[in-house]
């Protein structure tokens, strides 16, 4: 398996270093999302102690009684704010819902943008108001540090450092916070249930705060899934549909899934929180000229980000 590349790399040598060391930060990310869509972050901006805490009312919040949990569930908001129950959203192409419940965070727009019309207020769990004040302040952090990932690509795609900066500023991201709840009576489930079954991500980049638990594989070149494992409170980075169609296929968003634990460990809950940095609706997805050619005509139709994401909402089960 020495073809899977995810290199764990250090952000504060791109946000701090010389040039010497940004350029390398550069290469090396573009390089891993051409070859695996996947790297490893230190120097986030996160710390142990928000980390933990994080997590502490992540399991506050799923521990909350099921009519409290359904009260946030909202059908008109497609699932992008509050709560989602389980068994409501299923992996495109699969008929069994993953075995899942999760909450979602949106963006906070501050600065008068006129873009705020366009976003679902976030809804405030009254009974957690940690939880609330603790999202938001991750939600913060991890858009700052895909900012400057983003950044980071640009310079490997030859483009301005800043092409993406105004096009993610008060952009759609969504910050979602996961509970895989025990599996009580594992023959009771359908023979292809699992946690999370294989699918791609839609936005433009995925920045993962490491599980409490392994499970996460994704699916190599060479058609064999492999173990992707964050060292301590590294993040996960990954690239989305997004970020794949602007580049003609020149990163790689790699297919994923989070498996079932061995039978023993069914009846225990695993945790995640991704963040999904998505732009504003109105970015323009058509492919970059620079990334199509003779060798690599162009494979995507043009259309915005908006339009795209109203399409995979509707795959997944989550708009009607």
Not at 34 to 41: A, D, K, L, P
Request: glycine share 6%; net charge negative.
């Amino acid at each position: 398996m020495s073809s899977v590349n995810i290199p764990r790399l250090d952000l504060d040598t791109y946000i701090n270093g010389n040039a010497e060391q940004r350029k390398r930060f550069s290469d090396e990310i573009g390089k891993a999302f051409n070859e695996t869509g996947f790297v490893t972050i230190t120097n986030h901006g996160l710390s142990k102690q928000l980390i933990d805490k994080l997590y502490e009312q992540v399991k506050a919040l799923f521990k909350l009684p099921e009519d409290v949990k359904l009260k946030y569930e909202k059908a008109e908001l497609a699932g992008q704010r509050g709560y989602t129950s389980k068994g409501k959203e299923t992996a495109k192409g699969f008929k069994v819902p993953d075995l899942k419940e999760f909450w979602q965070i949106g963006q906070t727009v501050t600065d008068g943008d006129p873009v705020k019309n366009e976003y679902p207020d976030n809804l405030v769990v009254t009974e957690l108001p940690e939880f609330n004040s603790t999202t938001r302040e991750v939600y913060q952090k991890l858009e700052a540090a895909g900012k400057e990932l983003l950044r980071a690509i640009a310079v490997y795609l030859n483009l301005p450092e800043t092409y993406f900066d105004d096009k993610v500023h008060n952009g759609n991201s969504i910050l979602r916070t996961l509970h895989y709840f025990p599996i009580t009576d594992p023959d009771a489930l359908p023979a292809d249930a699992v946690r999370a079954g294989a699918h791609e991500d839609i936005n433009l980049i995925t920045l993962l705060i490491g599980a409490s638990a392994d499970g996460l594989e994704l699916f190599t070149r060479e058609g064999e899934w492999f173990p992707v494992k964050a060292h301590g409170e590294d993040v996960v980075v990954n690239v989305g549909d997004m970020l794949q169609r602007l580049t003609n296929n020149k990163l790689k968003s790699t297919t994923h899934r989070v498996v079932n634990p061995p039978r023993e460990e069914m009846n225990k809950s695993r945790y995640s929180v991704p963040f999904f940095l998505h732009p504003k609706s109105g970015m323009d997805l058509t492919s970059l000229d620079s990334c199509v050619d003779a060798t690599h005509p162009k494979l995507y139709s043009d259309m915005t980000a908006g339009e795209y994401l109203d399409e995979r909402l509707r795959e997944i089960g989550l708009k009607k």
